[in-house]
Every structure is written in C-alpha cells, then in structure tokens.
T-cell receptor
Framework: AQKITQTQPGMFVQEKEAVTLDCTYD???????LFWYKQPSSGEMIFLIY??????QNATEGRYSLNFQKARKSANLVISASQLGDSAMYFC???????????FGQGTELSVKP | KAGVTQTPRYLIKTRGQQVTLSCSPI?????VSWYQQTPGQGLQFLFE???????NKGNFPGRFSGRQFSNSRSEMNVSTLELGDSALYLC??????????????FGPGTRLTVL
C-alpha cells in the first residue's frame, strides 16, 4: 500500500538559512508523482513543486528544490534562503499511475526565526 | 485564471443536521477531489469526480456524498452530522489527463464545526 512518511513534526530555521524537510514514500508502482504543498495558518494548500518518478533531474521552483533519491524512496524538500513567510505546515504527497487520490504525509511544521 | 473557490468558508452546525459544501474548480479543470483534514487523522481522501461521475471514493460512511455538475462545479453533502465531522474540508481541481503527473490545486477550504 502506498504511504508517505514525514518524520519531522516540527522544524526551526533561522531567516535566510536553508532547510531540508524530509519525506520518504512507499509504493509498488513504477510510475508515480511526488508533490509538496505548503499550508499556512489560513488553511489553503498551496502547491510548491512536483517530481515525477521518471524525471532524471531534481525539480526546482525558485527557492524550492526537491532532493529526489529514487532508490532510497525519498523526496526531500529544500528551501533556500528561508523567509518569515515560509512559516507554515508542509505536506509531502504522492499520486500513483492512473491519477486518482493524493496520499499525504502527516506534515512538518516549519517555523522561521528572525 | 481564478483559483479554486469554496463556499462557505466557515460553517457551524449542530449534531444531526446536514450540510452542503460547494466547490468551483479552476476554469477548464474537469476533475474535482474532496479531502477532509483533522488534527487526529490528517488529510484523508473523500471522493473524486470527473465529468459528473464519481471516479474514486475513500473510506468514509455513506453519510458523506457528493456530486458534480455539467460545469464541473461540485458539492459535497454530509447528513446526520456528528461531532467527529468537525474538520477543514478541502476541494482540489486538476486538468486531469488521467495521469499521476496531474497537479491538484486546492481551494481555501471550508471549516466546519459541529456542536
């Protein structure tokens, strides 16, 4: 069964520093997509970055990059130059081949300190 | 393009009542999914609609139902509300080419409180 594990319930980072949020996944499918979402206290889930299982390059979107290690089944999110506005919950999610539902991890609460 | 919209944003109901939540997807998106988020259970998939048909369903009781209209707008209904139904209900839409690469874009959510 597919599963997403985020082992860091909470993280602190100093403003302007980089931070890595961990995500491991379990699936028997060869084709799948991995997603990261940000959820501020307002509740809206904001899409950040996507990595496909067949993508050879790590995905990048501005200050966000994904450290994808397929053999280890990990898809860690790296946020460079943290900003105060980055304080939020971050969720890793997976979608298997054929579309369908997203499976989410439990999330990591990131706090950026000034 | 306008994002996913959900109405109402906040709702307070009492046990035993029923509630209907509405979701308007991004223009051109035909797939709408619903998720329930609670502190204890996290984010759980409720159901997915595509072209007015329910395509996937999560493990929720029959009190939870939904539908999709021809303009892709979707509603979900919860009957005989229980205290445990208090949650943030999130709607997501995608262009849905039927692939795992399709990104789901979420609305702001409806926060339901059951008293």
């Amino acid at each position: 069964a597919q599963k997403i594990t985020q082992t860091q319930p909470g993280m602190f980072v100093q403003e302007k520093e980089a931070v890595t949020l961990d995500c491991t996944y379990d699936t028997s499918d060869q084709s799948y997509g991995l997603f990261w979402y940000k959820q501020p206290s307002s509740g809206e889930m904001i899409f950040l970055i996507y990595q496909g299982s067949y993508d050879e390059q790590n995905a990048t979107e501005g200050r966000y990059s994904l450290n994808f290690q397929k053999a280890r089944k990990s898809a860690n999110l790296v946020i460079s130059a943290s900003q105060l506005g980055d304080s939020a919950m971050y969720f890793c999610a997976m979608r298997e081949a054929g579309g369908g539902k997203l499976i989410f991890g439990q999330g990591t609460e990131l706090s950026v300190k000034p | 393009k306008a994002g996913v919209t959900q109405t109402p944003r906040y709702l307070i109901k009492t046990r035993g009542q029923q509630v209907t939540l509405s979701c308007s997807p991004i223009s051109g998106h035909r797939s709408v999914s619903w998720y329930q988020q609670t502190p204890g259970q996290g984010l759980q998939f409720l159901f997915e609609y595509f072209s007015e048909t329910q395509r996937n369903k999560g493990n929720f009781p029959g009190r939870f139902s939904g539908r999709q209209f021809s303009n892709s707008r979707s509603e979900m209904n919860v009957s005989t509300l229980e205290l445990g139904d208090s949650a943030l209900y999130l709607c997501a839409s995608s262009s849905d080419r039927g692939k795992h690469t399709d990104t789901q874009y979420f609305g702001p959510g409806t926060r339901l409180t059951v008293l």
